[in-house]
C-alpha cells in the first residue's frame, strides 16, 4: 500500500543570528532511498535539495548518460539516439551504468534518480543494497508539458531553468558561466508526451513492488514548493537527525 505524507507538522525555529556555531547533523544510519516521478515531474530540484540539506550522493541516470553523451563515449552513441527519439535507453545499458555507479560509491547515503524502472532491476538492486524508502513525486501530466516547453538547460552542468518560474539572470545565457542554455530534444512537447506515456507503462509496476514491500510515500501537487517541506520533513524522520 502507497503512504501519503500530508501531515503539518511546524517547522523547526530559526537559529539566532548571534549563534555562533550552526547544528551539527548526526545520521543513526546509512540511508539509501529511490526518487520517482515522470519526466519534468521536478526529481532533479527535489534531488538538489536533498543532496543539499541531508548531504546524500545523487546518482542520476539521466546525468550520467548525458555526460557520456557530451563526451561522445561509447554508451553516449548509444544513448543518444534513444533519447533523442524520445524513447527510453534500453535495461541493459541502465543497469550496467547504475550498478558500476553503485558499487564505486561503496557505503555511503545516496538518492538513486531514474533507476531502477522496472521489477527486474529492482530486484538487481535489492541484491546489491538496501533501500529504506521510496520517494514517488505524483505531479499532473497537464502541468508537466506545461512546465518542460519552457524547460531551458546548460547541457556541461546540468542546471535547469524554467523560464516564467525560475528564469537565467540573463535571458539564453547559464547564471554561473554566461554560456548558452538549450531546449533538450526530450523536452520538447510532443516528445514529453510520449515519454509520459511510457513512463506510465512502465513505473507502475516499479511501485506496485516497492509498494508490496511498505516502502512507498506518494507526495502529490502541482508545483515543488508545495512538495519540498513535505519531502524534507519526510526524510528528517527517516534517518533520525539529532
Known amino acids: 500500500m502507497r503512504r501519503s505524507c500530508d501531515r503539518n507538522r511546524p517547522h523547526n525555529g530559526h537559529f539566532a543570528q548571534s549563534q555562533q556555531k550552526s547544528p551539527i547533523i548526526m545520521y543513526t544510519k546509512i540511508f539509501r532511498a529511490v526518487i520517482i516521478g515522470a519526466p519534468g515531474s521536478g526529481k532533479g530540484t527535489i534531488s538538489e535539495r536533498i543532496v543539499k540539506t541531508f548531504g546524500f550522493l545523487h546518482i542520476s541516470s539521466g546525468d550520467i548518460l548525458r555526460q557520456n553523451i557530451i563526451q561522445n563515449s561509447d554508451l553516449g552513441k548509444k ?12 535495461d541493459d545499458i541502465v543497469t550496467q551504468t547504475m550498478v558500476g555507479r553503485i558499487t564505486e560509491v ?19 538492486l535489492s541484491a546489491r543494497a538496501q533501500i529504506d524508502a521510496v520517494i514517488n513525486l505524483d505531479i499532473p501530466h497537464d502541468v508537466i508539458i506545461s512546465r518542460v516547453k519552457n524547460r531551458w538547460t546548460h547541457i556541461p552542468s546540468g542546471r535547469v531553468y524554467n523560464i516564467g518560474f525560475n528564469d537565467p539572470k540573463v ?3 547559464d ?6 542554455l538549450t531546449q533538450r530534444e526530450d523536452d520538447k512537447p510532443h516528445v514529453v508526451a510520449k515519454r509520459l506515456q511510457l513512463y506510465d507503462e512502465l513505473m507502475g509496476p516499479v511501485l506496485a513492488w516497492y509498494g508490496e514491500r511498505g ?7 502541482r508545483e515543488t514548493k508545495e512538495i519540498w517541506p513535505r519531502v524534507e520533513r519526510f526524510l528528517k524522520d527517516k534517518v533520525n537527525m539529532v
Request: hydrophobic share 30%; charged share 25%; aromatic share 8%.
Open 79 to 90: 544513448a543518444k539516439k534513444y533519447i533523442d527519439a524520445g524513447q527510453l535507453v534500453p
Open 175 to 180: 547564471n554561473k558561466t554566461g554560456e548558452p
Open 106 to 124: 561503496g557505503n555511503k547515503s545516496y538518492i538513486l534518480d531514474g533507476f531502477p524502472r522496472n521489477g527486474a532491476q529492482a530486484e538487481i
Open 171 to 173: 535571458p539564453g545565457k
Open 215 to 221: 516502502l512507498v510515500t506518494t507526495f502529490k501537487g
